[in-house]
Structure formats: structure tokens, C-alpha cells
């Protein structure tokens, strides 16, 4: 590790740090209805739109309308990203004449955009039209992130009320997050990316004669406004195949910076509306340190894995020293890509700038745990925090015991209830990736058959052999459990079978949390608040933070020990003895 | 041995206690266990169910090894063995539990004779019938030497009773109607008069049968606590099994990637999964429940619930009576103040002189104090012609004449009336001595000889010894106490700085007190009381712990949800501290359990692998001798830490009154770090002793 | 249901409209208006025609100018229309053999050379259109550039220097050479003979 490499990773803690109040205490304001200093200029389209929608602003909802709605929104936005991708070639605005996507891969991308995951099974430049790009995936990097937004807020209001049926209105706070927060935000990071060189075109490809006589056809399309939005709504789709390691993407180490940043936005100021919103800046900061100290832990080993290298290609002659550069970009260097894989995965993100499949045993180690540890360090936009405080709520529950107490929670007994809804929402996304992966590494089926054209055994999509083609099928699952949406890259997953099951694997990962942790809302705003004594866990100390920390760590760990030891653990030490495949 | 909390906690007195592994308790419970390997019972236990499953698939498969004449077969039974060990051990935890419980009720069930009772019919005389004919609404009459047939409230008369059935206690007690000594309990014995009983209760249903199906667990329904904590770990249990499951393509996958090994045994699998499944909780859990009831019950209080127990661990606020719980029952004197123009010498002789006839505890503390300020010695009264004028009620003074002294002690007004009624004149500061007194919480005493008033004895609430330090525990414990008591702000307020309780509730009535429990738990706090009066009783059921006294009447006892054999207030205290400790014993063994995992995987994982992948060797951190004896080792450590936490589990772990923080502090070092690192050795050990004796 | 199901259908109807028309409508044309050289892929004209652009690496296999990194990019490597990395882990045999292979073709171009192989030049990009290699790769190469223009080591050498871009702000990324400026460069300024 260089110095300039750990004074970078320095530098950007510490803006995430100074963005986390100022936007969480802007959040808590928007959410709670209060005017801000956007309200002169967006009020009038929020409410242009809860009169096209049909909202009545001041109503809410229990738990199970806000679920409702929800459900609602995210069918009909799945139906839409489908209909948009099967009737393609007739429709508009598609240059290159790309035709229309198969059912399975239109399903696959349709569950994956509305779901946040933006899991790509296909190349954006050879296989979407600008339309399909724009109206259908760049829609649902809004309408994802703000619908996560909207469900962390609606939990959060669970935690700070007492004794009301009611958790919010999902409209509204879906409004509000895409008015407030994404558009705004995401139109003040398309201008200044594209005045770093990042392309924003209807026009066709380029053609280009090279400097040797070659032809390079240069893909082109509307990448600034899909780029922002898809940091600072943590989906991570990215318009081309190789995401934001793409020059058109992501051109400069300074647009990487705010890439970066946008990504942590939203769900590091989500702990500090948290804090505001349940009346205790303590709590919010608590949760913010525990996130904070995962992620740096996870940022370091894949620096360290990453900068010390791979030994198989050092004993054929390149420097020992410059670390593991197969799938790095030359401007981002090894400390920048580490980085940013540990944020991409921390935060489900998803988008990259380096190919993980290439990254070391122990780097792709972190990149995979910090997914299957349930995207809960800074997490997703909304989703982060649900997590975490499903996390929250088991840490409790075990050391309530241990305190001598019926655990509690900011006041909220933790009961049975309570217990149930994490413990399935635990147990549902593991069960994704588990049994979907088990499946993936024995099932087989003809190289003719529907299922898995071309490539005959689900194993036979693997671009590696050995404990890197298991780790690409576990990340793969891990990815879409997680609603992440990054890859081992090299496992080629569009066909029926990888595309209906990670579809499925993306659905649960999302709606088998969400909906839990919206019964545990509207339960736990139906509760009294009990008093703080001396007797009560603070949930706002160091010892929680280590706690959580701990729990998170310790529930991922046992949960996909096997699995991580036949993948990169085993993978590591062969490497180290010369290991090839 | 019985007791791990600290001693100023809990008051070493445990009536009824057993040693922990009692001869005839251990032999019930080994019975015990095997009956319980039933599978349906066993289903309850989601864990050790799977447990079960998991042997049973071993052995049946061994069947397999014996066909085929494997020389996986030692390795196998082994196995097999390890894991039905693991299923009885759990249940060996759990039957010991209730054990103990159904020992004690067997020695209660031995008093419940059916006895004979005396019917009054409507004539007036009365007819023999058996008690269990006895319906709610007769009356029975009881004479010394009877047992008294049903529960039942004295209607008539007065009768000292032996309630040592119940309580364990052989004083007699003294029953009367009226009042709030008018309960009696059936089983128990007049010992002297006679008196008329309301029967209360329907055979079947009186307070003995009720006792008797508490202590043999019969009515034991799971606490919310424990019902979420059983999903907590069935849960687990769920993702550990997807895990091992999962593990069967994975190690596929491996074997032909890698291009050796094989797919692990099914017996290696189940190893795996039976040793990450929360075993140790899942199989000490009930047990733990059971024993909390059981130390509640020692203590001599009847928890009608599992669930008030754990609720007592809750609780925020504590109130307590004044009278009896905080302050000895008893006034004490502590001063004597002389008006002007009388020697302290002269008032103390006086009041001594006019209680040395007086037995009340504050006659006998003048007399005590007089001899110990003044030196003053009880004289020998025969000497003179004494004679003692009683207490009474109407004239609220008592007191003797010798000779030509008139000597009187009483209430001020009484007092000042009397030296009035002698001729005398009362000085003036009489009353300010006697107010100053009441202003700082004490009952100002006057005593005049004939028309001279000579002075005020300050007699004083004097608060128990030890009050202020278990009270400041409490607070530690973030339980604020509230006093309660019948007295005026003024006294309550001296009497509360000196006892060191939070708040104080004066001249409270009993709708008062109702009051005070519903606004506290509006505000979120979970709310302790005792009581024994009729009065108490919609108190008592408001209240989330509400501790009735025995020797209170049946409104309360019913209203309360524990009963203090003892009828001793203070045992709140204590009740608050097992409900904890039954708490922080769940969550610290489950932690445990799964720290442990941790360990266990490392012994698993590469002994599984080896075959397939011999880099993975490296994870072999503890070194264990080969595969076989890898997986024995974690299987027989995971069976042994059941069965050595056992004590544990019916003890319950240490409680120590202190903030939440520090308790934390230290049981996440004990049980989380600990458990962590505990198997390493352990399991180190057993590989050795394993591969020592050729088992592997 | 139904007033369940219709705010879904409209909402989702309303943000197609506002997120996917309006949004990217509006950045289009406040980046054409603003930045029309970057919103159009920085493309570099030389004598009329697009020579590629300056974000974009493109294929340089003639000895005269400086190499790029390896890419996986299309068929060919540098196919701008199908970016992409390699995808081979650490143990693959595949990523052995090609490493070996680019050694073996890196010995052979830069005969001169000792001792080890700046890492990135024998590996291949995430995106497969890395229009950078690392200074120690240009460095390695100025030898062999030189003696195929038939200049002096130093006027290369200064070149390279002049075209070094160092890390952003200071302390973002890492110094870089982008090799198609550099080129085109070069063959202005010191064209071959």
C-alpha cells in the first residue's frame, strides 16, 4: 500500500463524513414536509404530480397499504422496463437498430432495473436501444432508489412514533425522494460529468479511421444522464458493458471522486436523518460508525489483496511491486479500484471500475462478503439502512438478553414479531444464494436445450475453472440476492436459466426484506415507547457499534463460511502454492 | 452452591432448596431423557429435533456400512453415537429442570389430605362432609387441631393457624375476620379457637392445587421472551441447514474442478450441521425457564407465570410500602427534648418510668434509650406502689402512678388535655418541640407528670439496615424506587432523603396508588408493587409485578400475579433480580452457542476438504490429527458443552446489579469472547484424547 | 385494489414522463449547448476524418509508436462498441498463457529492457479501451520509439514527460500517459522518416 493510496482512501472517509449531516439533516426536512430551500422551485412539480397521480398529500397509510402500494408501483414498473425491451426494434430513438431482447432476458433486466439490483446480463452497448436506456432504465434508477428511500423512511417513522397505525404515505415519500432528492441531484452530476467528458448524445455511433488505418466504431448514446443517476440512486446499471471503467463513463480520477461520493450520499445522510427523525443524533451517528468500520475494514484487505499482487504473474516477469493490474483501468491505479469495489459492493451499487472476476483471491473475498453480509455497510439508497437495522434489531435482541431486560430498541420492545420478520428476511436471502448457487454448480442440461443454450451444464457459462468458476456462481447469486447487481463478470449469464433464477434471487432479495421490515414498522409504531434508565442498553455507544459490527460480521461469516472456503479461500492459498486452472 | 448472585442481592435464606444434582432428582431426570427422545414431544424443540433427525439418518445408515462391509463403519457409529449423546444430553437438561420441580410437588401433594369438614346449614348446626364436596359460598367451621378443607375467608372469629405447608414458615399466624387477616388456605392447621370459614374455591381449583401444578411445571406455557428467542434460533437452525445442504452440490462442483476427493459422508454433514445449529441453547433453553421458576420458588414466592418473572426483569419503577418494607414496622425513640425549666434527666427518668409497663416496641425503645443516653437503669418497682395505667384508645396516653407521681406519656393533644385536666399549665414550647419533631418525620411523644409537662420523647421511623445500599443498587440497575405511605409530605419527604428512595407517594390512598402505576406506565415504565390489603388488589392487577403477601386477603392474592409465602415486601428486590438473570442466561448462552460455531468450523471445514482441496489444510489452525478425528472432536465437544453447562443453565448466570453497560461489558467478554475462544482448546483436546484411544 | 393499482400505474407513467423523456432531454441539450466537444465522445479530427477519441485507447502495433495496454475489448482488442475486461482470475491457466505470451512479445519489441515488466503493460484493462498506460510502461518503451523514428532518446524522453499527466487535484487516481496524444504527438512533431 502506497501512502498517496491510503491518503486517498483518508480523504474520501472524510467527505463522506462532512456530506453525511448536511444531507441527512436535508432529508429529514423533505421527508417530514417541512420547506427547504428547494421547495420554491420543486414544490410546484411535487404537487403537479400528486394531482396526475391522484395523491392526497396528507394521508397515511398502515403498513399494509404502504406494502400495497409499493407492490403496485414495482408491477407496473417491471411490466413497463419489460414491454419497452420486447417491443424495441419498433419503437424510436434506436440507432444501431438493435432488436428487441429474448422473454427471459427482458424479464431478468425488468426485475433487475425495478428491483435496484441493475444486474446487467447483457452488453448496453450491442443489446439496448437509447430509448429502451433512457425511458425504461434510467426511470427505474429513479424510481428504485426513491421507492428504497421511501421504505427506510417509513421505517424510521416505525421506530420514532408510539402508539399510531399509521407509517407514512408511499406516494408521497416516493415523490418527495425523486423530486427532492434524485432529480435535482442527478441533474447536477450529468452536467458536470459530461464537462469532464462524459458523452451525452442521440446520435449514432462514430466511426473512426485510427492512427494505424484501422476502423474502431466508437459507441455513443445519453450516458451523463443515466450516469449520475445511477451513483446517487446506488443502482450501478451502466450504460456500457464495462460500466463506469469505461472512458465515456467515467473519463477522469476526479469524475471517479464524485462517483464515489454520490454513491455514499444518500445512504450515509440516511443515518443521520435517521438520528434526527427518531430524536437522538447519537443513534443515527451509531449506526454510521458501525457502517463506517466494515467498510473500511473490507477497503483495506482489497487494497491490501490488490496491492500485493498476484505471485502466478509475477514469477512470469512483471513487477512485484505494482500489485495486480488484469481488469484495472491505467488512470484509477490499484488504491482508486480497491476503493471503489469496496464501496460498489459495500453500498450495492454495483456499478465498477475494475473487473472483479480479475481481482485477487482475498479482494474478491471482501467484494463477496460485503454483499453477502446483506449490503447493509452505507448499503443501498434506503436499503442500507433497512438493513442495517435489521441487524440492529437481532444485536439487540441477543444483548438485550444479556442486560437482563426484554431487549428494546430505541424505546420499541424487540418481541417475537419483530424477531420473525428479520429472521425471514435473513433466512429468505440467504436461501437465494445458497440454494441457487448449489443448484447452478450441479444442474445440467443439454448443450440444445432451452435452459442453457450453447453451453450445455449451468457450470459450462464459467469464463474460470476451479474455485474461480464456484466463486463466479456464488458471486453472481450474492449479487442478485443483495440487489448489488456487480458480477464476477465472466460467467455468461444470459441465458433462461441464470436469467430467471438471478431474476427470482433479485426478487426476493428485495421484496422478501422490504415487506418484513414494513410489518416490523407498522408494529413497531403501534408500540409505547418505553423509558430510558440506566437499565437500558444504549444503543448509541462504542460497545453497540462493536456489537452490530460483530453481528453483521458474525451472521454473513457463519452463514457462507463453506461456500467462501471453496471459493476465494481455497482459491488464495492455491494461488499462493502456484495454483493454475 | 444453590445462589450465584451476590450475596447483598439475595439473602442467603433458601427454604426449600436441593442441592443441584440431588440423588433422586438425577435419577428421575436420566429416565427423564430417554423418555423424552419421543419424536413428537421432541418436535417442540426445533432444534434438537433436527439433531435427532440427524442421528437417526446416521444410524440408519449404518445399516448401509454393515452390508457393505465399509471401514467407514467406527467412524459412523461413532458419529451416531456423539449425536444421540448430544439429543439426550439436551433432554437430560430439561428433564433435571422439572425434576426439581416435580420433587417439591410430590412433597406438597403428600399434605393434600382429603380432610373432613364441618358444613353449617341453615339451622345453625352443622354436618361432616369431605372437603372435596365443598363448593364456593359454604361456610365450614374450624376448631384447634382442624385442617382447614378449602381456601376460604374467616367470616367469624379469631384462630392462630400453622401455614408451614405453604410457606415453610412453623410460627402460627394469626387469621380474623375482617380485615386483611381473613384469608386462610386449605391444607393449613388451626392450632387454637375456633372460626367460620367462607369457602372460596371449588375443589381442584384451591390455592394448594394451584401451587402444585406451579412447581410441577404442568401450566408451563412458553414466555413471549422465550417464544421469540425459540424463533431466533429455529431460525438459525433454518440457515445453518441451508448451509450444510448447499454444501453437497458445492463440494460437487469442488471434487470435479479439483479433479479428486468426493463429495463428503452424509454422517461427516450432519456433524457439520448438528455442531452450527445452536445446540447448546436450543438444548438448555426450557431448562433455563424451568430453573428461573424454580429460583423464584425458592425465594418462597409463587410466580403464577413465567411470564411475570420475566416481566419482573423489566421493571422501572419499585413501590414500596413504607411501613414493613422500607422502615422496620416500629417507631423507635431516639431523643428525649426537655420544655424550659426541666433537666433531661428529669424527662428521660419520666418516660422511662412511664413505659417500663409499656411492651410495644416504642415503649421499649424509651426504656432502652433512657438506659443507654442516662444511664438511667429499669428500677425495681415492686419497691414502690406502682400502678400502670394502660394505652387506650380513648384517652391515646398510658403510663403509671408511683406514689404521688402521676407519670403520662402520649399523643400531644392528649397530653396537653390531661395536664389541663390536673390543674396545670402547659409551657409554651411544648408544641414547637413537638412540631419541629413532625417536621423532620418523627411522632412527637409528650410527657407530663400530673400538672407538669415536661417534655417531648422524638420517636423516629427508623429505616432498615442495608435499605439505602440495596436501593442505590437499584438505581444502578435503572430501577427508581417510589415509597409509599399513608404519612403527610412533610414526614414522608425526611423519611424518603434518609431511606434514599427516588420519589415518595404521601398520604396515598389506595386509588392514589392505582393512579400513580397507570401514569408511570404511560410514560413507558413497567411498574413493581406489593400489597396484601383488599384494596390493594386493583393496584396489584394494574401493576405489570404485583407481589401479593400471603398473609393478605384473597383479593389481593388473586389480583397479584406472584404470592410471597413469606409475606416479606422486600422480596422484590429479589424477585427483580432473578427475572434479570433469567433474562441475561438465555441471552449470554445463546451468544456462547454461536460464538462457538466459529471454532467448530475450523475443525469441520478443512477435515472435510482435505481430499479435494489439501491447500485447505491451512485452515487446520488447531492442528487436529486427521479428518476423523477432526469431526469427532467437534462432535463430542458440542455434546460435552451441553451437558457441562447444565449447572449453568439451573443457576443461572451471575448477576451482578449494575448499569446496562457494564453488564453487557462484561458478559459479552464472558460469553461472546469466551465462547469464541473456548472450543479452540477444547476441541484440541478431545482430537488428542480421540486419536490417543484409537477411537479415529 | 384498484386504488391500490392505479396510483402504480399513473406513477409509473408520470416518471417515465419526468425521468425518462423530460430529464434526459434537458441534460441533452444543456450538454450540447455546454460541452457539445465532450457530450460528443472528445473526438479528435485530423485532416477531416475522426482519428478516434481522446478518451478512447485504440490498437498501436507498429514499432514507431508507443503501445498500449492489452485489451479484451471485442475480438481484436479496442473495440469500442464491445468494451469489456478479461474476466480471468488469479489462478487461470489462461491469464498465464497470455501473460507469458505478452512477455515473450514485450522481450522481443524492447530487447533492451531488464529486469521486470511494469505490470500494467502485460495486462489487460477493465474496459479494454484504457486510453492510458502507467509512465514506467511509456518509459520502458522510449528506447524502441526512438530508434524507429530515428530521434534521440532525450526528444522522446521529453515528450513523454510533456504528456505525463499526474494524478488529479493532486492525490486522485494515478499518473498516466494517455498513448493516443501521445502518438499523434509524436508523429507531429517528430514524424518518421
Known sequence: MTSNGVLQIALYFLAVLAIAKPMGAYMARVFAGERTFAHPLLRPLEKGLYRLVGVTEDTEQRWTAYAGSLLSFSFFSFLFVYLLQRMQAALPLNPQKLSSATPDLAFNTAVSFTTNTNWQAYAGETTMSYLV???????????????????AIALIRGLARQQEKTIGNFWVDLTRAVVYLFLPLSLAGALFFCSQGVIQTFSGYTTATTVEGKEQVIAQGPVASQEAIKMVGTNGGGFFNANSAHPFENPTPLTNFVQMLMIFLIPAGLTYTFGRMVGDQRQGWALFAAMSILFLAGVFVIYAAEQSGNPNLTRLGLAAADGNWEGKETRFGIATTSLFAAITTAASCGAVIGMHDSFTPLGGLATLFNMQSGEVIFGGAGAGLYGMLLFAILAVFIAGLMVGRTPEYLGKKIEGKEVKMAMLALIATSAAI???TGASSVVSFSKDSYWNAGYGPATGNLNNAGPHGFAEVLYAYSSAAGNNGSAFAGLSANTPWYNLTLGVAMLVGRFLIIIPMLAVAGSLAGKKRLAVTTGTLPTHGPLFVGLLVGTVIIIGALTFFPALSLSPVVEHFLMQQGGRF | MQNEMSADLLPQKLAKSRPLFDGDILRRAIGESFRKLNPMTLAKNPVIFVVEVGALMTTVLLARDVATGSSEFSFNIQIALWLWFTVLFANFAEAMAEARGKAQADSLRKTKTDSIAKRMLSNGHSEKVAASQLRAGDIVICEAGDIIPGDGEVVDGIATVDESVITGESAPVIRESGGDRSAVTGGTRVLSDEIKIRITSNPGETFLDRMIALVEGAERHKTPNEIALNILIAGLTLIFLLAVVTLQPFSQYSATAAGSGAVPSVAVLVSLLVCLIP??????????????????????????????????????TLLLDKTGTLTIGNRQAVEFLPVQGVSDTELAEAAQLSSLADETPEGRSVVVLA???????????AQHEAHFIPFSAYTRMSGVDINSDRLRKGATDSIVQFVREQGGTVPDDLKEIAERISRQGGTPLAVANGQRALGVIHLKDVVKGGMKERLAQLRRMGIQTVMITGDNPLTAAAI????????????????????????????????AMTGDGTNDAPALAQADVGLAMNTGTMAAKEAGNMVDLDSNPTKLIEVVAIGKQLLITRGALTTFSIANDVAKYFAIIPAMFMATYPALCALNVMGLNNPKSAV???????????????????????????SADALLRRNLLVYGLGGLVVPFPAIWLIDRLVHALGWA | MWNQLLPGFRMTLALTVLTGMIYPGVVTALCQTLFSAQA?????????????????GQSFARPEYFHPRPSAAGIDGYDAASSGGSNLGPTSQKLMDRVKATVAKLQAQNPSHQGEWPADLATASASGLDPHISPAAARMQVERVARSRSVSIEQVK???????????????????VNVLLLNLELDRVLPTK
Open chain 2, 632 to 658: 469427532l472432536a467437534a462432535v463430542i465437544f458440542n455434546a460435552l458443552i451441553i451437558i457441562a453447562l447444565v449447572p449453568l443453565a439451573l443457576r443461572g448466570v451471575k448477576y451482578r446489579a449494575g
Open chain 1, 434 to 436: 445458497l440454494l441457487f
Open chain 2, 279 to 316: 445446540t447448546t441453547i436450543g438444548g438448555l433453553l426450557s431448562a433455563i425457564g424451568i430453573a428461573g421458576m424454580d429460583r423464584v420458588m425458592q425465594h418462597n414466592v409463587l410466580a403464577m407465570s413465567g411470564k411475570a418473572v420475566e416481566a419482573s426483569g423489566d421493571v422501572n
Open chain 1, 133 to 151: 436506456q433512457m425511458s425504461a432504465l434510467t426511470v427505474q434508477n429513479f424510481a428504485s432508489a426513491a421507492a428504497g428511500v421511501a421504505i
Open chain 3, 40 to 56: 460528443n465522445g472528445s473526438l479528435i479530427v485530423r485532416n477531416g476524418r475522426v482519428v478516434g477519441s481522446a478518451l478512447i
Open chain 2, 371 to 381: 438506659k443507654e443516653k442516662y444511664g438511667l437503669r429499669g428500677r425495681e418497682l
Open chain 2, 496 to 527: 424518603a432523603a434518609e431511606a434514599g428512595v427516588d420519589n415518595f407517594l404521601a398520604q396515598a390512598s389506595p386509588a392514589d396508588k392505582l393512579n400513580y402505576i397507570k401514569k408511570e406506565q404511560a410514560e413507558g415504565r413497567l411498574v
Open chain 3, 158 to 176: 521529453e515528450m513523454l514527460v510533456r504528456f505525463t499527466e499526474s494524478r488529479d487535484l493532486g492525490f486522485l487516481g494515478e499518473p498516466r
